[in-house]
Structures are given as structure tokens and as C-alpha cells.
């Protein structure tokens, strides 16, 4: 009896978890980048991870701080010949955005925002991103 529901179970895929698909995005547009998910940026060589939420001390919602806080995530950046950088970027302090090979990725927003007295699940974190040609606008 347990080896036939083994079988049944690797047969229909419930044995596993098949990796989720990467999201298709455009140059210069926005997009929403759940925690774990990876993007592919139409038109070039580049994959984005979006790994983790390092650190979040932003100012919840309602309340009045010093400082704004900061939202630092951790994203890898592949090109498709392999070539991996690992960045981490902020909302509130330097360095926001990154650059390589004549493009940039920038963190838009972290979503959801902070509450006061509410933890965050990991899973449940948004980076708001959006990548651009760094030679387009310099002309």
C-alpha cells in the first residue's frame, strides 16, 4: 500500500515542488518581485533574483519617527552566460540601485509596508524593481 501511493504521488507531481516560473519584464517598466522569485528582463541576457529581506527597520505606517528607516533586500543578478553579482539595495539609505554592463537595477519600494506591532512574514515581503538602460540615458 505505501509503495503504491509513492508512485501515485511522484506520477502526479505531489512528491515535489516544480520551481516556479521566472515573470517576463520590460526594460524601463516597474514590476513586483515576490521574496524567492526570479524575473527575466525581455531584450537582454539578465535573470533577477529577489532572495531575501536583509533588514527592516522602516518607520510603520501611523507613526511619527526620527528617520525614515531603511528596507535593505538582497537580490542576485545572473547574465545568461552565468556571470553572478549579489547586491543588496535600500529604500531609505545608499545605494538604491546597481549597475553592470550598461544597465541598472533600482529598488523601487518594499512592500508590504511596516505596521506598528506586526512582524512581517518573510514570504510575504514585495520588492517593487525596475530595470533600465544606463546608455540610453546618458545620450
Known sequence: MTKTVLLVLLLTGMGGQNPPVPIEVSLGEKFILKAGREAVVLGTQ???KFNRVVQDSRCPEGVVCVWQGNGQVHIDWERSHGRLISVLLNTG???????CGGYQVSLVALRPAAKPDVVIDPEEYEAVLMVKSVATESR
Request: hydrophobic content about 60%.
Open 46 to 48: 539578465f535573470r533577477f
Open 93 to 99: 539609505i545608499a545605494p538604491a540601485d546597481a549597475e
